[in-house]
């Protein structure tokens, strides 16, 4: 797999289609880390195996990538959907990111949204069974017993913030835990400020969360940050009828009022 | 003072710990929990995490916490009382096997808060620190400390050291006269060194990569190689978890957290790899892109620490590159910067 990528992005860059690259490449002791080829040659260090799973999304719209030219990248599925929700919200345009991506065995590349919708409409999207698996222990849970959990799980976060970072879809230029006036969320990595941090980050990612679990995997203290933003997944389908980033015009399920939607909740 | 150098059985380890517990109740030590191992209260040998190679977070928050109360106040009709936290009262600590990497660590943090000025709250907490380190018999592939002057058996900054050495005993180091009076109270069973012991031989192997001067001269150097930080940190994602897993990283925010009656100056954690760090009120941000910050980062540690406080801001625990999200391994950086 690696040798056909290695090949078409060797193509993609002589041809000048794409200035930059964003792939997997072999990190230190046998992690994958992402890299940045920018000639031909540098393409030989891309690789393609099936530890590859990570989403490079979050890189689209860093300034010096930006800066660098148009940018092709080796997508996931959870790529791909990171693309279709960040052009729902405006962030990059039809034809501006080179995708490439496996469809059985195949390598095949769009900057198209159409054809990337046709092939996301194609695969399953459900959250892996040990995922869902630990949402639905947490929602078997008393409410004491949810809140002890996630309460020793804060008590964990040091607030490094690399959940935001590594999130596709926390791209905002003035965060909310950064305003200041007012002060909505404590800075201080104390127990009330962990907990409003990441219930605030919930919140905000609900209906928006592309479940690829960045959010989890990057944390240096292990918190299973995914839960929080997956199990908000589920509500928003059963209510609003959709998931995030099947569609690149899909309108936000919780600030577009449709005269179909459920009425239920007015008492 | 001059080390005292000492053997003992390691089976005597749980004995030792259950009587530094009895006379220091504020006994720290590495303890397993899941994927982390962190420095905790223990209650007794048994919690200690047998087989580690050094803890997720630094011992820094020992001396540094993440968050220190540094004022609390009250408003009362215009009247405002101030009250600052009593720093004369902060218990004695011991830290128990954590590594050379960790206690040499707070030669960067003694440089930096204590330069000019005292810092009352870090000198307060450090000077109630007793360091018990552990010596390094295995690394891993981030490990660096031998490239910035340290080594896995690197004594600077413990008051006393254990190295494993063979049939199951263990080499005592006493190094401070702190370290003697807690060696004290274990005495019975330590034993004199009959024949000199090649303490090297026992230790990590941990080869040299790259030569810190260089590092030094090059990074002072390339403040304006702009193509070198921006292909050095294309990959940074611009989180903080670097610097609050570094062991010399102290750089801090101040913020107050009230209400209308009363409220409480916090001093807490901060990184300069986040935006926020440099933005101005105006709007203006002099390192407006990662790569100005990634140079702050190395620049701090390998040029301005150096040439100011005379340490490297650098221990080579590797710390920060296990916890990157996306390997920015330091040791790769620094060795590309060394060859320049």
Known sequence: MSDILINKVKQLLSDKAIDIFIGHGEGTGGRIRPIFVRTPEDAEQLIFNENCKQSWANYLLKPEVKAAGKIGMMATKHALRAMMQLASEFQIKDNEVLALYWDNNELKSSADFKEIEAYLASQNHDILPHEQEMIDKLNAMTTQERWDFWQKEYEKCIKCY???????MCYCHHCAAEGNQPQWIPVASHQLGNMDWHLMRAMHLSGRC????????VCPMHIPLNLLTYNLITPIQQEFGAIAGMKHDATYALSTFKTEDKENFIL | MEPIIKIIKSASLATIVDKLKGRYPRLYAPVKKQELVELEVINGFNDIAQDYLLTTQSVKKLAFPRVEKILD??????????????????PETVLFGIRPCDASGFRSLTAIFNGDKPDEFYKSRYEKLIIISFACNKADAYCFCTSVGGNPGNTEGSDIQFTPVDNDEMLVEILTEKGKAVADLFSDLLSDCDKPVDKQAYLANVPVVFDVNKVIDNTTKSFNNEMLWINQSLR?????ACAFVCPTCACFDIQDEQNMKQGARLRLWDSCGFSLFTLHTSGHNPRHIQSHRWRQRLMHKFSYMPEQLKVVGCEGCGRCSRACPVDMNIKEHLLQIAEL
């Open chain 1, 210 to 217: 592309i479940n690829c679990g960045a959010c989890a995997k």
């Open chain 2, 73 to 90: 106040y009250t408003l009362q009709k215009g009247n405002i009382q101030q009250q600052s936290p009593d720093t004369s009262n902060f």
């Open chain 2, 236 to 240: 940074c994602i611009g989180c903080g």
């Open chain 1, 162 to 168: 690399a959940c935001r970072s590594a999130c596709p």
